[in-house]
């Protein structure tokens, strides 16, 4: 690897990868617009983003509506959903993606179905952890839900639901229908209306694919949007004016992305689309690029040492990638702001939910390539959406 340092110093400073002095500058951010939000919390061991993301979003909404900071419960919101979709599953026999995931859109069907509660009345620890480790619960009703799609009785007993519910109040705690706040009594459904405030009707949600006319609803086919929900379609350039109008307004914009590529990094605090195209090498250049195996050029654009030329993200691209299973249903979070980087490129600022640690203390910033190339759906209250945008989609 030392042999190799001469040439990568030559390439880097040929094709701008790095800074020119020997020790790298990194990422500077300067914060155009940040939206308040409430504090970081820790999905920890749960596939639970969905609904970590989405209460973010919730609790980001009540503060902008003049409300106080009020930390929501996730695990009522996973509890119901969680019996939501045994149910579904069972009257799918099965063939349906059963789970501990979830969507952008499910909270806020719990909420319109169930109502909500604050964290400390349902914090759904009752497995003998302090954090949230669900892969003992997952395998549990996973196995359960099995069980009775394909006992041999040659029907359904009249137990089985009942018997869901012991599995949820076993692990998550019994479930809440009346609980102290401040001093009052509430139920789920009083508490949504009367502390929280929030109309799920007020509420729409957005995607960008080619494969479905534009403007227009459509049910997006990732495996967690179990309960079918539809996502109005925009061309890519409308969705980013879309959250680019949101930000700058005052709103957040609940997101879910894919963050298993490798230009995202947590340990670095940024997510990006490197472009791997190398253009304009002369003879010499072009030679010792080409002598390089692959692992030495991805190593080239992925160290993160500072702001480095992206990839143009087109429609084609997103939807090629969307299409390969290269962009997939992987993780919630919440864009509450923008910034630039010391280059001027533009970030969105980004609340992720694996509690307070990283680079930036539970956030992050994604490049605007990496959302145009990786959002795979987002909520946004409807005041955010812009007029040109909203006067052209077909109810």
């Not at 503060?63 to 119901?80: P, Y």
């Not at 061309?235 to 109008?245: E, T, V």
Request: proline fraction near 3%; glycine fraction near 8%; charged fraction near 25%.
């Amino acid at each position: 690897m030392k042999k190799l340092f001469p040439l990568f110093l030559s390439l880097c400073l040929t094709i701008g990868l790095f800074a020119q002095d020997s020790k790298p500058e990194g990422y500077i951010f300067t914060v155009e617009k940040e939206v308040k939000t409430t504090t970081v919390k820790d999905q920890y061991r749960s596939g639970t983003c969905w609904s970590f993301s989405s209460l973010a979003f919730i609790e980001a909404e009540m503060l902008r509506m003049g409300k106080t900071e009020i930390d929501l419960s996730e695990m009522f919101v996973v509890r119901k959903v969680y019996f939501d979709k045994a149910v579904k599953a069972v009257r799918m026999h099965g063939e349906f993606n059963f789970g501990g995931g979830g969507a952008v859109n499910d909270p806020f069907d719990v909420i319109r179905k169930y109502g909500i509660v604050p964290e400390q009345a349902y914090p759904g620890l009752c497995y003998g952890t302090k954090k949230h480790v669900h892969g003992e619960v997952d395998k549990v009703m996973d196995s359960f839900v099995t069980g009775v799609i394909t006992n041999e009785n040659g029907e359904l007993s009249t137990a089985w639901k009942a018997a869901v519910n012991g599995i949820l109040d076993a692990y998550f705690g019994k479930d809440v229908t009346e609980f102290d706040f401040n001093g009052k009594k509430y139920t789920p459904a009083t508490y949504a209306k009367e502390i929280v405030g929030i109309n799920p009707d007020d509420y729409m949600y957005f995607s960008s694919f080619s494969h479905h006319p534009f403007y227009k609803q459509f049910q997006l086919e990732v495996p967690d949007n179990w309960s079918w929900a539809s996502f109005y379609n925009l061309p890519l350039d409308d969705m980013i004016a879309l959250i680019d109008n949101a930000i700058n307004s005052g709103y957040t914009i609940g997101w879910a992305s894919d963050v298993s590529e490798k230009g995202f990094s947590w340990k670095n605090g940024v997510a990006i689309v490197p472009d791997e195209e190398i253009e304009n090498l002369d003879g010499l250049e072009q030679a010792k690029w080409d002598d390089l195996s692959d692992k030495e050029r991805q190593n080239l654009f992925y160290t993160f040492s500072g702001p480095i030329k992206e990839k143009t993200i087109t429609q084609e691209l997103r939807q090629e990638a969307f299409d390969n299973f290269q962009t997939t249903d992987d993780h919630g979070m919440l864009i509450c702001g923008i910034a630039k980087d010391q280059k001027g490129n533009k970030f969105y600022i980004v609340k992720n939910s694996w509690g307070d640690a990283g680079k930036y203390k539970g956030y992050f910033y994604a490049s605007e390539a990496f959302v145009r190339y990786k959002t795979l759906s987002m909520v946004v209250h409807k005041g955010a959406v812009p007029k040109k945008v909203m006067d052209k989609l077909i109810k």
